[in-house]
């Protein structure tokens, strides 16, 4: 069988899948930061041309186009459509939300269908194998939750804007989430305080104080460009709480992160609960747990008592690709999406 490649244009990452015979083989995630031009993408497929050198189609999906870079997202998905058609042929395919994949052409005279649609194609195969299900996608900078019923996508909004308003879009991710905006208060040492809201620590350095981050997938630079170990990111964290590393044990910062972390994912099971509430989905109906913080969805699943499975089982991954393929969702859904044709 000819393999197929899916990718997801992030603002902030590149992921890539290669599909064969209905099966993930592999998948991968680049850093791709869009902000600093279009030539981070030509950078990022460069960097994956060994990986889909084999590839024999090509499809696409996309939330780049909301990043700082473009004026509005309409500019977004055309300059980014036109640049996928560039460096990966004319028959590559895009993904149109409810239309299906489409071609070039069509993605940039219906932009809005491609906008940020890719979290339902990581739905579309849910609902294939579930009659009810709850997709949970937590990615480094937000997460989707997307209920199945029926074995039909229940979502009560498609853009961006209107899901930050029904709570299927939750902006806050795995590493990329500012601290600041995920909680205003943190308890340390016993006493209540107020957050500097400044960008002085990421919730990748929450999750290193904690030691909950994998080493490969926080690929972008820090907050203040220094490094990654966990005394460097116990520097920026105490910078969130007006404070430096010294004024605190290491104890007592981790009591404080471990504050925040809880309240990134009580903010999420709020969005969980809801979305279950208000499009019926049963309450025994398992969790799907996709995207770079997949592990702590599964805690959340265990938390609010569901059964919960990993995206690499919808997408049916050899093992070997397994944990990547549930982290790139997306791009696993629109390779094997383009290879049936869907």
């Not at 590839?55 to 309409?74: I, K, N, Q, S």
């Not at 906008?115 to 579930?130: K, W």
């Not at 049963?282 to 938390?303: E, K, N, S, Y």
């Not at 990547?324 to 290879?339: F, H, S």
Request: hydrophobic share 45%; proline share 4%; glycine share 8%.
């Amino acid at each position: 069988m000819a393999i197929t490649a899916g990718y997801d244009v992030g603002g902030a990452h590149l992921k890539i899948a290669l599909a064969e015979d209905g099966r993930t083989i592999a998948a991968a995630q680049l850093p791709c930061p869009l902000r600093q031009g279009l030539g981070r993408l030509d950078a990022a497929l460069a960097q994956a041309a060994p990986l889909v050198a084999r590839a024999y189609r090509h499809a696409a999906t996309m939330t780049g186009e909301l990043c700082e870079l473009f004026p509005d997202r309409v500019t977004g998905v055309a300059e980014i459509v036109s640049r996928l058609e560039t460096l990966l042929g004319r028959d590559v395919r895009i993904w149109m939300g409810p239309r299906g994949l489409g071609t070039p052409d069509e993605a940039r005279a219906d932009p809005m269908s491609v906008a940020s649609t890719n979290f339902l194609a990581a739905a579309d195969l849910v609902a294939r194998r579930y009659e009810e299900a709850v997709l949970i996608d937590m990615g480094s900078t937000t997460t989707d939750v997307i209920p199945v019923a029926g074995s039909r996508l229940t979502p009560r909004a498609l853009t961006d804007g209107e899901r930050l308003a029904t709570g299927e879009l939750v902006y806050s991710g795995l590493t990329r989430t500012d601290v600041s905006a995920v909680a205003h208060t943190v308890a340390c040492r016993g006493r209540k305080q107020r957050l500097a809201a400044g960008n002085f620590a990421t919730m990748a350095d929450v999750r290193r104080i904690l030691g909950e981050l994998p080493d490969d997938v926080d690929q972008l630079d820090t907050a203040d460009h220094r490094g990654k170990s966990l005394e460097e990111s116990l520097a920026r964290f105490a910078r969130c709480l007006g404070r430096d590393r010294r004024d605190a044990s290491l104890a007592d910062w981790r009591g404080a992160a471990q504050l925040l972390a809880t309240e990134q994912m009580d903010d999420i099971r709020r969005a969980l609960l809801a979305a279950c509430n208000l499009t019926g989905v049963a309450i025994d109906a398992p969790v799907i747990a996709a995207g770079v913080g997949a592990r702590q969805v599964f805690a959340l699943a265990r938390h609010v008592r569901r059964p919960a499975h990993a995206f690499a089982e919808i997408a049916n991954a050899t093992p070997e690709c397994a944990e990547w393929a549930t982290r790139c969702a997306p791009a696993a859904a629109v390779a094997l999406l383009a290879e049936i044709g869907a």
